[in-house]
């Protein structure tokens, strides 16, 4: 026995300093797992059960069963509850994407049209001040999702189409919508180019006209790289509007004719009748 | 003049006797009717599959939600019955032994402790193994068939639009009509090709395979509580929490590196030098996130699952060698 109060520390000793570097190196090649921290607000949020199953590495199974509750919360107008849930969800599964959207979804959307239509507040200033509230909850949350996955140009998207619908931010808008085309390689990126186009024009003729020129290199840009070659009688009504809209942007901007892309037709030379 | 054979002097390790007894208690541990857990599972995973399709969280999330969820309670419910069965299966295996006093009847012929202590764990893993594999099996079925379904049904609903909006369209022109059906024949291939991508087989694969090695690394554990424990109430409960602490690790990393309480970090020390990181062999979350993680990583983590091992069985024989039996 005396041979194994020697032997025993020295393989845990030896396994502790195996282990360190062996444990760094995993941890760098996964970096979003550093581990969820189990703190005590997260703890009183979902309750002793599910803190246990937590801790027993079961944070997928934790984190669907609290997005069925606030499924449940969502169907009952429990917008609070529901919030709530989606704060544990998405602190549970950080790169999940689904949960992001959908839950500023939610709150964007649903919680604060329910906030504006609340039947229990009769001041409009009150409704109005709710809407505000779960309008803002929604993109912060959308905001913090983009931080944990700032890569991902679906998560972009949601966000260009938040701010367009939801605040009237045509800016805000059209600069997320460029920052999902850039990010974007699948089949999306197409409808995303002419979408960012549409809302970065609309935003230079009705808050910003220095991007005017802007929107002129970059649909022109898109023209060059995706619709040119193709022969007038066979564009389709996409090409026909991206075109129109850049012959629009080539007189308001006065482009000279070398430089356009569609040169003005040239005014028919009429030669006088001999007489 | 008879001519006994005259025993050898040294009885070498023998891998062929290590083998025989992992047989011997995986047939012991299969008359205990461990498998009828698998009926459980399989009802769970049907149930999973028609229970989660009856929410709708937005029509573009739809299957990313149901195939989310059911690989999530599939892989959830690997993970509890294979921890259900590597604490219990092996918190049995030596008091078993000494209250049906075989180990006596073992230990008494020339087989080394090593090789019996061994041959346990080959057994559970095998259990484990074939447990694992079953399960695997049957959660891949449904997610196949929950592929095969929402692929189908996405592919027919947009070529279906398609044709509504060209029927109601009389003024169409027959080669814009063509235009937009091809169009859409392509979109709905690109919609069932990225079902078929979110259904990601071969990351449940190298989500099953860590689990796999998580749950041996479970079992050796439990086995070396009990080389020393006189218990079987003790191997369970002192096993569950070594699960948990275990799963830890990455918590107590960070509490260790940032506390200034002194006995706080002395305790998260103690966890995160001493206990193997479990957490690390939960992929899952990582892979259905679209991380890529290529099978050169998953082999770094099985790598570190078989270091631990190693770790764990020697610490088991060395408690196991001096053990008073």
Same mark, same amino acid.
């Given at each position: ?275 | ?129 074939? #447990?694992?594999? *079953?399960?695997? @099996?049957?959660? &891949?079925?449904? $997610?196949?068939? !929950?592929?095969?379904?929402? =692929?189908? /049904? ?84 002192? #096993?569950?929490? *070594?699960?948990? @602490?275990?799963? &830890?690790?990455? $918590?107590?990393? !960070?509490?260790?590196?940032? =506390?200034? /309480? ?64």
């Amino acid at each position: 026995m005396k041979r194994n109060w020697v032997l025993i520390p020295l393989v845990l000793l030896a396994a502790a300093l195996v282990k360190m570097p062996f444990e760094a190196s995993m941890a760098a090649d996964r970096p979003h797992t550093a581990g969820v921290g189990l703190n005590l607000k997260t703890r009183e949020m979902i309750g002793q059960g599910m803190s246990l199953a937590l801790l027993g590495g079961f944070r997928a199974l934790v984190a669907d069963f609290l997005w069925i509750s606030a499924h449940a919360a969502w169907e009952q107008n429990r917008w609070f509850t529901m919030r709530q849930h989606f704060e544990v969800v998405t602190t549970l599964q950080p790169r999940a994407i689904l949960f992001w959207d959908m839950a500023s979804w939610h709150l964007a959307w649903n919680a604060s049209h329910a906030a504006l239509h609340d039947p229990n507040e009769p001041r409009l200033a009150v409704r109005l001040r709710d809407q505000r509230h779960w309008m803002r909850a929604g993109r912060e949350l959308l905001e913090r999702g983009i931080a944990n996955n700032p890569n991902n140009a679906f998560l972009h998207e949601k966000l260009a189409w938040m701010l367009h619908d939801k605040f009237q931010d045509l800016c805000g808008a059209a600069d997320a919508a460029l920052k999902a085309v850039q990010l974007c390689q699948d089949w999306r990126r197409g409808y995303l180019q002419r979408l960012a186009g549409y809302w970065l024009e609309d935003c230079a003729r009705n808050v910003a006209p220095s991007r005017l020129r802007e929107t002129y290199d970059y649909w022109r840009q898109l023209w060059l790289r995706e619709y040119a070659g193709k022969p007038r009688e066979h564009w389709d009504t996409i090409d026909r509007n991206v075109s129109r809209r850049i012959m629009k942007l080539e007189e308001e901007l006065s482009i000279p004719d070398l430089q356009r892309l569609f040169p003005k037709p040239q005014p028919s030379v009429s030669v006088p009748p001999r007489r | 003049m008879s001519t006994t054979p005259a025993l050898p002097d040294v009885v070498y390790f023998n891998l062929g006797r290590v083998w025989t007894m992992a047989l011997n208690t995986l047939i012991e541990m299969t008359r205990q009717k461990v498998f009828y857990f698998m009926i459980v599972f399989a009802l769970l995973m049907i149930g999973a599959a028609s229970f989660f399709s009856i929410f709708s969280f937005g029509e573009e999330a739809q299957y990313i939600t149901q195939l989310k969820f059911i690989k999530d309670t599939g892989l959830g419910a690997i993970s509890v019955f294979g921890a259900i069965i590597a604490v219990v299966a092996t918190a049995q295996l030596l008091p078993a032994e000494l209250e049906n006093r075989t180990i006596y009847t073992i230990l008494a012929k020339p087989v080394h402790r090593l090789e019996f202590l061994l041959g346990k764990f080959v057994g559970v893993a095998l259990l484990l193994a074939i #447990s694992v594999t *079953l399960m695997g @099996s049957l959660f &891949l079925g449904v $997610v196949f068939i !929950k592929d095969q379904n929402l =692929s189908a /049904a996405t592919y027919h609903e947009t070529i279906e639009a398609a044709e509504g909006a060209v029927a109601g369209s009389p003024d169409m022109k027959p080669e814009t009509k063509q235009k937009v059906l091809a169009e859409a024949r392509t979109r709905a291939e690109q919609g069932a090709a990225e079902i078929h991508k979110t259904a990601g087989y071969q990351d449940i694969v190298k989500a099953m395979t860590t689990t796999l090695f998580k749950l041996w690394l479970v079992a050796a554990m439990t086995l070396m509580l009990s080389s020393f424990a006189t218990s079987m109430v003790f191997t369970v409960v002192m #096993s569950a929490m *070594l699960y948990f @602490s275990g799963h &830890l690790v990455p $918590v107590a990393q !960070k509490f260790y590196a940032t =506390s200034k /309480a002194p006995l706080g970090q002395l305790m998260a020390g103690v966890v995160n030098w001493f206990l193997p990181n479990l957490a690390a062999f939960d992929v899952a979350d990582d892979l259905f996130a679209g991380d890529p993680l290529p099978w050169l990583k998953v082999l770094k983590i099985l790598s570190y699952g078989l270091f631990y091992l190693l770790v764990t069985l020697t610490l088991a024989h060395l408690i196991f060698r001096e053990r008073e039996i």
